[in-house]
């Protein structure tokens, strides 16, 4: 068999074995040594990329960037941080139309912006806004898919875990990165806000909690003064400064920045009382299973990338999209629906890790920007966080909630037209590039 025929068979056994069930950076793994073997015809090549992609393909300085902000998502989110941003934004927006539905997801835009993983914003939310919500008369359907439908927003507005990755394999900056994220993260959390209000008023059968017991919600809710509004955001505004500013001030590198992050997240668990030393124990041990997961998965796809490389199915692959005319729109249109296809099986990092190095030689010859093509690759593999059969944060709500009243597929309906209103946002972002670029 020729190169390319090997290097399209092994992606599509790798999918063959994803979908049987095999952890995928094992499948991964497998596969490319496997594969690299059979081109090499010996049996040194293929150790000798594994040697390569488990030592100097993680020495990098900039790995260090996701242990330290993903340990500073689970202190922030052991502190109870996204509880006290909850409870202002629902003090705030007690008025609106759908308030509970817009607090949550403010509150989760907020809580964003200081752990930047998406599975931490859906356990959180799950056990703050969906008892809520449902104590008010809301819509039990509504009130699980408004917390999945935002908690993608942990993957798009910075510090995200998934733009760490995506400039670590493309070797583009991860402060870029992080800039080209604000933008399209603001405009999704304005479309789901805006799609709640209209909602609330001309479907308020769906949306639920607009009967006279909920929309007293302002009198039945303890008054918030100024003082305790301070109090309780306070420690998020001190991490956004601490972070995103002596990132984008050029105080500190990325990798600094988390480590700054992590220990402000710490010191603010510990004057709040939330971290004795067995939970801080736990924290470490999740940080540390997390943080294994994902080298793993990036040392498999490291090998996956150059195993592409030597049987040259990248460049033959763009050869063939070029000559069947389609055009860079219709590339990007095939790209997007491999991407949410992709979504109903695999999570975001194997989905990037996988795709990018396959269409980024395909992209080539058209000259565009990188960053807007990792805005667009994360874009379109976030809506499978809320489609099934997958569907982690729909996963992660259920398991979180354990309540037999309210359904996986429950959770799934209620999710789906927040899946869709993300596509919607991305086809803009799509049409107009200039949007994921304002800061960059």
Same mark, same amino acid.
């Given at each position: 068999?020729?190169?390319?025929?090997?290097?399209?068979?092994?992606?599509?056994?790798?999918?063959?074995?994803?979908?049987?069930?095999?952890?995928?950076?094992?499948?991964?793994?497998?596969?490319?040594?496997?594969?690299?073997?059979?081109?090499?015809?010996?049996?040194?090549?293929?150790?000798?990329?594994?040697?390569?992609?488990?030592?100097?393909?993680?020495?990098?300085?900039?790995?260090?960037?996701?242990?330290?902000?993903?340990?500073?998502?689970?202190?922030?989110?052991?502190?109870?941080?996204?509880?006290?941003?909850?409870?202002?934004?629902?003090?705030?927006?007690?008025?609106?139309?759908?308030?509970?539905?817009?607090?949550?997801?403010?509150?989760?835009?907020?809580?964003?912006?200081?752990?930047?993983?998406?599975?931490?914003?859906?356990?959180?939310?799950?056990?703050?806004?969906?008892?809520?919500?449902?104590?008010?008369?809301?819509?039990?359907?509504?009130?699980?898919?408004?917390?999945?439908?935002?908690?993608?927003?942990?993957?798009?507005?910075?510090?995200?875990?998934?733009? =760490?990755?995506?400039?670590?394999?493309?070797?583009?900056?991860?402060?870029?990165?992080?800039?080209?994220?604000?933008?399209?993260?603001?405009?999704?959390?304005?479309?789901?806000?805006?799609?709640?209000?209209?909602?609330?008023?001309?479907?308020?059968?769906?949306?639920?909690?607009?009967?006279?017991?909920?929309?007293?919600?302002?009198?039945?809710?303890?008054?918030?003064?100024?003082?305790?509004?301070?109090?309780?955001?306070?420690? +998020?505004?001190?991490?956004?400064?601490?972070?995103?500013?002596?990132?984008?001030?050029?105080? !500190?590198?990325?990798?600094?920045?988390?480590?700054?992050?992590?220990?402000?997240?710490?010191?603010?668990?510990?004057?709040?009382?939330?971290?004795?030393?067995?939970?801080?124990?736990?924290?470490?041990?999740?940080?540390?299973?997390?943080?294994?997961?994902?080298?793993?998965?990036?040392?498999?796809?490291?090998?996956?990338?150059?195993?592409?490389?030597?049987?040259?199915?990248?460049?033959?692959?763009?050869?063939?999209?070029?000559?069947?005319?389609?055009? +860079?729109?219709?590339?990007?249109?095939?790209?997007?629906?491999?991407? =949410?296809?992709?979504?109903?099986?695999?999570?975001?990092?194997?989905?990037?890790?996988?795709?990018?190095?396959?269409?980024?030689?395909?992209?080539?010859?058209?000259?565009?920007?990188?960053?807007? !093509?990792?805005?667009?690759?994360?874009?379109?593999?976030?809506?499978?966080?809320?489609?099934?059969?997958?569907?982690?944060?729909?996963?992660?709500?259920?398991?979180?909630?354990?309540?037999?009243?309210?359904?996986? !597929?429950?959770?799934?309906?209620?999710?789906?037209?927040?899946?869709?209103?993300?596509?919607?946002?991305?086809?803009?972002?799509?049409?107009?590039?200039?949007?994921?670029?304002?800061?960059?």
């Amino acid at each position: 068999m020729t190169g390319m025929e090997i290097g399209l068979l092994s992606v599509i056994i790798i999918l063959i074995l994803i979908y049987s069930g095999m952890y995928v950076p094992v499948a991964l793994g497998l596969v490319s040594f496997l594969s690299v073997w059979y081109l090499r015809e010996g049996i040194e090549a293929p150790i000798y990329l594994l040697t390569i992609a488990a030592s100097t393909g993680l020495e990098d300085y900039i790995y260090g960037v996701i242990p330290l902000f993903v340990l500073m998502g689970l202190l922030v989110s052991q502190c109870e941080l996204g509880r006290d941003i909850y409870e202002v934004a629902n003090y705030l927006l007690r008025k609106v139309y759908g308030g509970l539905g817009v607090a949550t997801v403010a509150a989760n835009t907020a809580f964003a912006a200081i752990t930047g993983v998406s599975i931490a914003s859906a356990s959180v939310f799950a056990r703050v806004s969906v008892p809520e919500m449902v104590r008010f008369g809301y819509n039990p359907r509504f009130a699980v898919g408004v917390v999945a439908g935002s908690s993608v927003l942990g993957m798009l507005i910075p510090p995200s875990v998934m733009l =760490i990755i995506y400039a670590i394999i493309t070797e583009l900056s991860v402060a870029d990165m992080f800039k080209a994220g604000i933008v399209p993260g603001l405009i999704l959390a304005a479309a789901y806000v805006i799609a709640i209000v209209c909602a609330a008023k001309f479907f308020p059968d769906y949306i639920g909690g607009q009967d006279e017991k909920s929309r007293a919600f302002a009198n039945a809710q303890e008054t918030l003064s100024g003082l305790q509004i301070s109090k309780k955001i306070s420690p +998020f505004v001190l991490l956004i400064i601490l972070v995103l500013g002596g990132i984008y001030g050029g105080v !500190f590198t990325p990798t600094e920045a988390g480590a700054v992050g992590a220990m402000g997240a710490l010191v603010i668990s510990l004057v709040k009382r939330k971290l004795s030393r067995p939970v801080l124990w736990k924290v470490l041990s999740e940080t540390g299973h997390i943080v294994a997961s994902l080298l793993l998965l990036i040392i498999a796809a490291t090998m996956y990338s150059r195993m592409l490389a030597i049987s040259g199915l990248p460049n033959e692959l763009g050869i063939w999209l070029s000559n069947t005319d389609l055009g +860079f729109l219709g590339i990007i249109i095939i790209y997007v629906i491999v991407l =949410i296809i992709m979504g109903t099986i695999l999570d975001t990092t194997s989905i990037i890790l996988i795709m990018v190095p396959l269409f980024l030689p395909v992209m080539a010859p058209y000259d565009i920007s990188l960053i807007w !093509f990792g805005i667009i690759t994360i874009f379109g593999a976030e809506i499978g966080l809320l489609t099934p059969p997958l569907g982690i944060s729909c996963y992660v709500i259920k398991t979180t909630l354990d309540d037999d009243s309210i359904s996986l !597929f429950d959770i799934f309906a209620g999710a789906f037209p927040f899946a869709v209103i993300m596509l919607l946002v991305l086809i803009l972002l799509i049409a107009f590039p200039a949007i994921s670029l304002v800061f960059v």
